[in-house]
C-alpha cells in the first residue's frame, strides 16, 4: 500500500540527509531508552501447529516457537486467524500481545478483553486482513525477574544501555512476522498493532524493523506516542519505578529530569516515516495524556510537509472523535478511559484500507 503514495513524492532532496539523521535518532534512543538488542543466535528453531479451530468466517491456527541455544531454551506461541477464501496473499496486521499471563489485567472489568475488543480478529478478517496476535510475554516476561527460560536470561543485557524488555517484544513481534512470511503469508503489508505497554511495543518494532509497513498504536502514553516534557500522568519516574523491565539502566537517570532527556517522542515516532502511522488516545485517560500524543503527533506532521507529503488536516487538539489525518499520518481521540474499543479499530481499518485502496493520495515533493 506504500509505494502508491511514495511513488508522487520527490524524496531525493532530503534522502541521503534523512537517512543518516535517522541512524543518530535510532542510536540516541537506543543508548538512552529502550537499550541495544544483542546478537541473537540460536542452535535450533522450530516451529509447530498445536491448535486448529474453525471460527465464524475464519480459521484460527495457533503455532508455538522452539528456539533453543546449547542446553538452554526459550519459546512462545502466536496465533493466525485468517479466511482461506481471500488467501494467504491478504494484509497482515500482527498485534503485539503483553498480557497473555497477566490474569490481573485481563479480568479487570474496565478493558474489554473479555468481548475481543482489545484486538477483534474477526472483525479485521472480515475486514480482508490475516489476523495475527502475539504472546510476546511468554518469550520474555512483565517482570525483573526473569526465568532459566526467558530470552533475556539466554542473552543477559550488557552495560547501562542493555537491552530492556519492550526491545525483547519488539524483536519478538520482528522474529514472527519472518516466520509468518516463510509460512506463505506473502502480503507485502505487515500493520503492527498494540494497546498500552503493547502499543509502546509496536511503535518501537515498527522504529526498528522496516519489515513493518504500517503501525497502529493505541494509547502508548509514557515511551510510547506521548511527549515527556510537559507530560501529565505518567512520567519517567513513574515508569521507572512501577515497570523498571520497560527501559535500559539509562533511562531511570532521566527520572524528574525531563528537560535533560536528549530526544523526545516525536523523533521515535519520526523513525517510521515513511511508513503509515495511526496514533489513538482516549479523552479520560489521564495517566497516558492525550494532548501530549497529539502534540508529538503534530511534530511528526510537520517533518511530514518538509519531506514532501501532505500532513494532519488540523494542529488543534480535536474537541470530538472524528479521525484527522494526513497522507501518512492519522490521530483520534474517543471519549472514555483506558482501553481499546472496537470504536477505535474501525478507524485505523478504515485508514488503512483508505491506504490500501490508493485514497490518500501524496503531494508532489
Not at 490521530?331 to 478504515?350: F, L, N, P, Q, S
Request: hydrophobic share 35%; glycine share 8%.
Amino acid at each position: 500500500m506504500i509505494p502508491q503514495i511514495i511513488s508522487q513524492n520527490n524524496l531525493s532532496r532530503w534522502g541521503n540527509l534523512w537517512e543518516t539523521r535517522r541512524a543518530e535518532i535510532l542510536s540516541l534512543i537506543e543508548d538512552t531508552m529502550f537499550g541495544r538488542t544483542p546478537e541473537i543466535k540460536f542452535d535450533r528453531i522450530s516451529c509447530s501447529l498445536i491448535e486448529s479451530a474453525q471460527g465464524l468466517g475464519h480459521v484460527r491456527e495457533t503455532y508455538r516457537l522452539d528456539m533453543s541455544l546449547e542446553n538452554s531454551s526459550c519459546s512462545m506461541s502466536f496465533s493466525i486467524f485468517y479466511n482461506p477464501e481471500h488467501g494467504k496473499d491478504a494484509p497482515v496486521i500482527l498485534n503485539i500481545n503483553p498480557f497473555s499471563r497477566n490474569d490481573k489485567i485481563l479480568s479487570d472489568p474496565r478493558y474489554s478483553f473479555k468481548d475481543g475488543s482489545v484486538f477483534p480478529a474477526a472483525l479485521l478478517v472480515k475486514s480482508g486482513f490475516v489476523a495475527v496476535q502475539c504472546n510476546v510475554d511468554e518469550l520474555s516476561a512483565d517482570s525483573t525477574e526473569k526465568g532459566p527460560h526467558d530470552i533475556m536470561s539466554l542473552f543477559p543485557p550488557q552495560g547501562s544501555n542493555g537491552w530492556c524488555t519492550i526491545d525483547a517484544w519488539a524483536w519478538a513481534a520482528a522474529f514472527v512476522a519472518h516466520e509468518i512470511h516463510k509460512m506463505g503469508f506473502s502480503s507485502e503489508s505487515v500493520t503492527v498493532s498494540g494497546f498500552s505497554r503493547g502499543a509502546r511495543t509496536a511503535l518501537w518494532a515498527a522504529a526498528k524493523y522496516d519489515i513493518f509497513t504500517s503501525v497502529y498504536a493505541c494509547q502508548s502514553g509514557c515511551c510510547g506516542a506521548a511527549m515527556h516534557r510537559g507530560k501529565t500522568g505518567e512520567t519517567i519516574r513513574d515508569i521507572t519505578t512501577r515497570y523498571p523491565q520497560w527501559s535500559c539502566d539509562n533511562f531511570k537517570k532521566y527520572a524528574g529530569r525531563e528537560e535533560e532527556l536528549p530526544f523526545d517522542q516525536h523523533m521515535m515516532l519520526s523513525l517510521i516515516f515513511p511508513r503509515p502511522l495511526y496514533i489513538s488516545s482516549a479523552r479520560e485517560d489521564r495517566w497516558s495524556c492525550p494532548e501530549k500524543e497529539f502534540e508529538s503527533c503534530v511534530l511528526v506532521s510537520a517533518f511530514h510537509e518538509i519531506m514532501g507529503f501532505r500532513g494532519l488536516e488540523s494542529t488543534t487538539f480535536p474537541s470530538d472523535s472524528r479521525t484527522i489525518q494526513g497522507d501518512l499520518l492519522a490521530y483520534h481521540v474517543r471519549d472514555g478511559g483506558h482501553d481499546c474499543t472496537i470504536e477505535d479499530w474501525e478507524k485505523a481499518i478504515c485508514f488503512l484500507m483508505c491506504l490500501m485502496s490508493g485514497e490518500n493520495q501524496g503531494q508532489e515533493g
